[in-house]
């Protein structure tokens, strides 16, 4: 599968690099997986899903930065099929990639307190 560049996919869509940037920034589009020099992979199916946003009139209202979670149902299918599509083009297995992604759960997750048992 052929990645694009942030460039090429703002050329696509026919909007500034920045503005696509400030969607990513304001969360309006989910953020796409990064190589190993830090550079954003476009995939074919994320440009696709970008433009019905737009179709849509969902990314053209004014942008306000929140960190609210998407959980967009159509949003969810595509990161997964991205995800999945990523692993195979790294060639990452599964279950490593599963076993990571738990230690990376597990440090973002506060830790509760543990109180000590009094003995009686």
């Not at 995939?43 to 967009?72: C, K, N």
Request: aromatic share 6%; glycine share 2%; hydrophobic share 35%.
């Amino acid at each position: 599968m052929k990645y694009l560049t942030t460039l090429e996919v703002a050329r696509e869509l026919n909007v500034s690099k920045q503005t696509l940037l400030n969607w990513l920034y304001a969360r309006k589009v989910p953020e796409p997986p990064r190589n190993r020099n830090g550079y954003r992979l476009w995939s074919p199916a994320r440009v696709s899903l970008v433009r019905q946003l737009i179709r849509e009139g969902r990314l053209h209202q004014r942008t306000v930065i929140h960190r609210e979670p998407v959980d967009d149902p159509a949003v969810v299918l595509e990161v997964a099929r991205e995800v999945s599509q990523f692993l195979k083009d790294a060639q990452i297995p599964l279950r490593r990639f599963v076993r990571e992604l738990n230690q990376v759960y597990k440090r973002a997750r506060p830790q509760p307190k543990v109180k000590p048992r009094r003995r009686t």
